[in-house]
């Protein structure tokens, strides 16, 4: 059974350095072409994708925040981590990681963590 | 960047069918997938790869997609399925989601 589970602080304030953790199971970081995804929601709006890690360690960013971005991961605590630089209230959203099965060639999520809220304010 | 585009919402009577429309330049040449989010849930995919239901996924869920649309349709509409749908593409090593399409089961 494959479970993710997001955490991190749920108050950020602006200029700061957001850094969240996606620790899962049921799954493998080491099996080929699977991947675990952040994807965020502002309240009321729609999903935005953030950013992708494959088992391979390659990585891919949102365009429009990939200068903000970075994804890591540590396949031995199961665990990927987030971080976002330069918190603004435009930011404030619910932040959720998934997972990429492993077959196909396009991208999409069949998991995902329960969320969690983050809200950038000073 | 690549965009895909929802109606904001879709209305249908129970046991009726709903579609829910997606549309993004040559769309037909990817793979599109659809998600159901119900309030304060997360979001849950209903359609992987144009028209395959996951496990445990109920068959009144089916998918196209051709040219420049990729279509979501619930036959059978019950008063669960009332939700947010959201498309979703991979496009440039890129996802990209719809804006949502909320389904309101009259």
């Known amino acids: 059974q494959i479970t993710l589970k997001e955490s991190g602080p749920t108050l950020a304030k602006p200029t700061q350095t957001l850094t969240l953790t996606c620790t899962f199971s049921g799954f493998s970081l080491n099996t080929s072409a699977v991947g675990v995804g952040w994807i965020r929601q502002p309240p009321g709006k729609a999903l935005e994708w953030l950013a992708l890690i494959y088992w391979n360690d390659e990585k891919r960013y949102s365009p429009s925040l990939k200068s903000r971005l970075t994804i890591t991961k540590d396949t031995s605590k199961n665990q990927v981590v987030l971080t976002m630089t330069n918190m603004d209230p435009v930011d404030t959203a619910t932040y959720y990681c998934a997972h990429r099965p492993r077959f196909g060639s396009e991208v999409n999520f069949d998991y995902w963590g329960q969320g969690t809220l983050v809200t950038v304010s000073s | 960047s690549y965009e895909l585009t929802q109606p904001p919402s879709v209305s249908v009577s129970p046991g009726q069918t709903a579609s829910i429309t997606c549309s993004g330049d040559?769309?037909?040449?990817?793979?599109v997938c659809w998600y159901q989010q119900k309030p304060g849930q997360s979001p849950v995919l209903v359609i992987y790869q144009d028209a395959k239901r996951p496990s445990g996924i109920p068959e009144r869920f089916s998918g196209s997609n051709s040219g420049n649309t990729a279509t979501l349709t619930i036959s059978g509409t019950q008063a669960m399925d009332e939700a947010d749908y959201y498309c979703?593409?991979?496009?440039?090593?890129?996802?990209?989601f719809g804006g949502g399409t909320k389904l309101t089961v009259l």
């Open positions: 040559k769309l037909g040449d990817k793979y």
């Open positions: 979703q593409a991979w496009d440039s090593s890129t996802v990209v």
